[in-house]
């Protein structure tokens, strides 16, 4: 009896213990059945098309409004591609029409009265050759000084000479006989070109009171203080004059 009781018992205890099992397993093959049915229906169901956000009435359409403004840009920038090719060519035939033009020049333009003149320092040639005819015409010995620039080696006594010479033609510029004249002289300064090194030439036409017309060409140099005008080994100012074109 007792081992019958025994077994009997381990039995019961055996089905108790297994009925959850039974139950988790029979859940789990239920959802994976659950599972494969919705994919099925997932699969059968035909492919709908994206529709486009609606757009609310009385709001922006951000995107619409950027593809027009790109649009017009786009316009705007091929329109001033066409307006720098054409102002590049005028720039071209104007530099060409220039009194001792080089194809390489860089035209400029500039139209200054002498009495307009001022220290305009030392950063560019042109801005350099300026303050050289302000500190003729205010007799400024130190400041044309400084804007003068001899060749290595050069002897102390032609320097003085190059310094004389400038020195003589300012004081005759602020003589009472051409004060009128000197005033009222305009100096166009017409077009940069390059020389040797980093030197730079400055075409230049000088027109007189009297309707005189001088062409020239002026050899600026760079050094740590800006460019100053170039003195040769003969103690004489590096300019050139430019004959009149037939």
């Given at each position: 009896m007792t081992k019958t009781q025994i077994a009997i018992g381990a039995a019961l205890l055996a089905g108790i213990l297994s009925t959850p099992l039974i139950i988790q397993q029979q859940a789990l093959a239920t959802a994976r059945a659950e599972q494969s049915e919705l994919q099925a229906r997932l699969r059968d169901l035909?492919?709908?098309?994206?529709?486009?956000?609606?757009?609310?009435?009385?709001?922006?359409?951000?995107?619409?409004?950027?593809?027009?403004?790109?649009?017009?840009?786009?316009?705007?920038?091929?329109?001033?591609?066409?307006?720098?090719?054409?102002?590049?060519?005028?720039?071209?035939e104007l530099a060409a029409a220039i009194p001792g033009h080089k194809p390489d020049g860089i035209p400029l333009g500039n139209a200054l009265r002498a009495r307009d003149a001022?220290?305009?320092?030392?950063?560019?040639?042109?801005?350099?050759?300026q303050t050289l005819l302000w500190a003729m015409l205010q007799g400024e010995t130190n400041r044309i000084t400084q804007l003068l620039v001899s060749e290595p080696g050069l002897d102390t006594q032609l320097f003085q000479k190059a310094l004389d010479q400038l020195l003589r033609e300012s004081a005759g510029m602020r003589s009472n006989d051409h004060t009128g004249e000197s005033e009222n002289m305009e100096v166009q300064f017409l077009e940069e070109q390059p020389g040797e090194n980093n030197d730079r030439w400055i075409v230049m036409e000088s027109t007189g009171t009297n309707g005189t017309v001088r062409r020239s060409r002026v050899l600026f140099r760079p050094t740590d203080?800006?460019?100053?005008?170039?003195?040769?080994?003969?103690?004489?100012?590096?300019?050139?004059?430019?004959?009149?074109q037939p």
């Open positions: 035909p492919a709908q098309p994206v529709q486009p956000a609606r757009q609310v009435p009385g709001t922006i359409d951000i995107a619409a409004r950027d593809r027009a403004d790109l649009e017009r840009l786009r316009v705007e920038a091929a329109a001033l591609r066409a307006k720098i090719a054409d102002y590049s060519a005028q720039a071209k001022r220290d305009a320092g030392q950063a560019t040639p042109a801005a350099a050759l203080l800006g460019w100053r005008q170039v003195v040769d080994n003969n103690g004489d100012i590096v300019q050139q004059p430019i004959p009149d």
